[in-house]
């Protein structure tokens, strides 16, 4: 008798998932890696030089100062800021720790990219889910796009808005599908993704303030 081989959804299909999921991130991570070795561009010091004003950032006050001082836009995206001072202290600065953030922000923006694409082609009935995911990410990961966001360093704001866009959407579907049995959970993970998720994305981005009608689109159409 033949031994039985594993479906499209067995074990083995099941263990190289993430094994494809991680050399997609290498690939991204390997084709960014040598823009990491470029320069500040464009505004970057213009947000970031207030990092060495009073000597640079060496107590709670300054970093109060720094991080509720901006005016990028009229929130002042504090949360943005403080992930600057998570790369440096003061001001010039080396540009590299910055683009490596930013580097490491879009491969887990990649990774989320495909666990929301899961939840969607799973609830559209898709035969193989996790392949049609993998495809998203790495179109989302690879995609041309995203080059001057990455490698710009003040667009951080745009990926971390991104981040908790996907984030908030994330959990948005799963308390959606949860409350057709549990309803006080499910509203509170949809609560969760929208409230919490979306406030923290405004902080790093007005552009977060979509995440309400990405939500509604993913009801209507899903």
Not at 104 to 122: D, E, M, P, W
Request: hydrophobic share 50%; charged share 10%; with cysteine.
């Amino acid at each position: 008798m033949m031994p039985k081989t594993a479906g499209p959804h067995g074990p083995a299909h099941a263990a190289a998932l993430p094994v494809a999921l991680s050399l997609l991130l290498l690939c991204v991570a390997l084709s960014y890696w040598p823009g990491l070795t470029g320069s500040f561009l464009l505004d970057d010091a213009t947000n970031i030089a207030p990092l060495g004003d009073n000597g640079g950032i060496h107590s709670l006050a300054d970093f109060k100062r720094y991080v509720l001082g901006g005016h990028a836009g009229p929130l002042g995206r504090p949360l943005s800021l403080a992930s600057f001072v998570a790369d440096a202290q003061t001001w010039p600065s080396d540009p590299w720790p910055f683009k490596l953030t930013n580097l490491l922000i879009h491969l887990l923006n990649t990774v989320l990219v495909f666990v929301l694409a899961c939840q969607l082609l799973t609830l559209a009935k898709s035969r193989r889910p996790h392949i049609g995911a993998l495809l998203c990410a790495a179109l989302w990961g690879l995609h041309p796009l995203h080059v001057s966001t990455v490698l710009y360093v003040v667009q951080r704001m745009t990926e971390l808005a991104a981040t908790f866009t996907l984030l908030g959407l994330i959990l948005f579907v799963h308390g959606r599908v949860v409350a057709h049995a549990r309803p006080a959970l499910g509203y509170f993970w949809m609560s969760a993704g929208i409230g919490l998720c979306g406030s923290l994305a405004v902080l790093s981005k007005e552009s977060g303030a979509q995440l309400p009608l990405l939500a509604l689109c993913v009801e209507l159409l899903i």
